[in-house]
């Protein structure tokens, strides 16, 4: 039986296999601490979409994890993603406003400035050392940029970001040691300590109501919309939420094609098929391997009986991959004609508020980056985070070709 107390080896290089058993097994998998995993395409979008029965408030679970009163705690049970209406609206439809076909339009340029400049010093980069990283070189200096130009943090400022980043994500792992439960408190305090200063500044001198996220914010604060703490701790999310996952999706991207040469010779033939291709990489390698729901009431769930506050872990990596959703499931297509059914952003009331973002930077950072080097080539030895939770490489050694 699958723990997730008890990683068997060889799991976070291949996760796959383990989730295929997943799919063969019982629907709704007991775990030894009372919780249950869900794999199945279709009860994962069911639960996404009952929010009454499915909650996704976080403070009886994270309470023992963390502790109350720590930083981990206010932030993981402050922030959007675990919480449940009122907060969850309130805080979505400001970020939503501000995320507005027109605010995203208008961040087009200056990512395509942004990939522009990283390729250019990729490229003087090969020429002198031969092997680049394209993590730390590339894919991980991408949403920093636009995330920090997202909230209009000034650019000599931005250097800890990915590190507070890291760590707070890190702290959502099922089993923590001490060392990174005091990172990951840690970085929360100096993250929320940085972004009181920026507040205060921004306050002073508010910029376009229009397409400043944190303006915007600040204006939801001063209307008594959102307290202090909400404002800051969700000021952390959109940080590092927009951050993680893109990097992990432009890396995991550019090593499925160069793992699958025939489809990245098609993508390079064919860049019509771009955003196909994204959503191929969204389904397979999905950024986001698991979630979590925790029962507000005694439910059946596909015939099996759970308690009430029985905590939930859904698998989002094996639904992304269920044969009985898409044909073929372990084969990377990237005209693979469902793909856009992936969970990989979610589903109902708490989607990805960010998803149209993600995919813009995905799609033209493989976009320019296949243009620019269609023939580079990866080397043996890159290294997958050791997190169940969240899936990408640490680092990506590779030698380009600009011919």
Excluded at 5 to 24: A, C, M, Q, T, V
Excluded at 56 to 69: E, M
Excluded at 292 to 311: A, E, F, M, W
Aim: hydrophobic residues 40%.
């Amino acid at each position: 039986m699958f723990d997730l107390s008890r990683i068997p080896d060889g799991f976070f290089e291949n996760p796959y296999p383990f989730y295929k058993d997943l799919l063969e097994g019982p629907s709704v998998l007991p775990q030894n601490d009372g919780s249950v995993i869900v794999s199945k395409h279709a009860l994962l979008n069911l639960i996404y979409k009952d929010v009454n029965t499915f909650v996704s408030d976080k403070k009886l679970a994270f309470s023992p994890k963390f502790g109350v009163g720590s930083a981990l705690f206010e932030h993981h049970t402050t922030s959007l993603v675990f919480n449940d209406p009122p907060l969850h609206t309130r805080v979505r439809k400001i970020m939503t406003a501000a995320l507005n076909p027109r605010a995203i339009q208008g961040m087009k340029e200056g990512l395509e400035a942004t990939v522009i400049a990283l390729l250019d010093e990729l490229e003087l980069k090969s020429t002198k050392t031969q092997e680049i990283d394209l993590i730390d070189d590339y894919a991980s200096k991408i949403p920093i940029q636009i995330i920090g130009n997202l909230l209009a943090i000034p650019m000599e400022e931005r250097e800890p970001l990915r590190d507070w980043s890291l760590a707070i994500l890190g702290a959502l792992e099922p089993n923590l040691t001490s060392s990174q439960l005091e990172k990951g408190n840690a970085a929360v305090c100096e993250f929320k300590n940085y972004l009181k200063g920026l507040v205060s500044r921004r306050k002073k001198a508010p910029k376009d109501l229009e397409t400043d996220v944190l303006t915007r914010l600040i204006r939801a604060q001063d209307n008594q919309e959102l307290s202090e703490t909400e404002l800051l701790q969700n000021c952390i999310f959109i940080l590092n939420a927009g951050h993680e996952t893109t990097t992990n999706l432009i890396g995991s991207a550019l090593h499925m094609l160069w793992s699958n040469p025939k489809q990245k010779a098609l993508l390079v033939a064919h860049p019509n098929l771009i955003d196909t291709a994204v959503e191929e990489v969204l389904r397979t390698q999905s950024p986001n391997q698991f979630g979590n729901r925790q029962t507000s009431k005694q439910i059946k769930l596909d015939g099996v009986l759970l308690d009430k506050d029985t905590l939930i872990h859904l698998c989002i990596g094996a639904a992304n991959r269920d044969p009985d959703v898409f044909p073929k499931p372990d084969e990377f297509d990237i005209q693979r004609t469902n793909a856009k059914r992936h969970l990989g952003f979610s589903a109902g009331p708490h989607t990805c508020v960010g998803l149209t973002l993600a995919r813009l930077e995905a799609k033209i950072a493989l976009e320019s980056f296949l243009h620019r080097f269609p023939n580079y080539t990866l080397f043996e030895g890159a290294e997958i985070s050791p997190r169940i939770r969240f899936r990408g490489f640490l680092n990506l050694p590779a030698t380009l070709d600009p011919t």
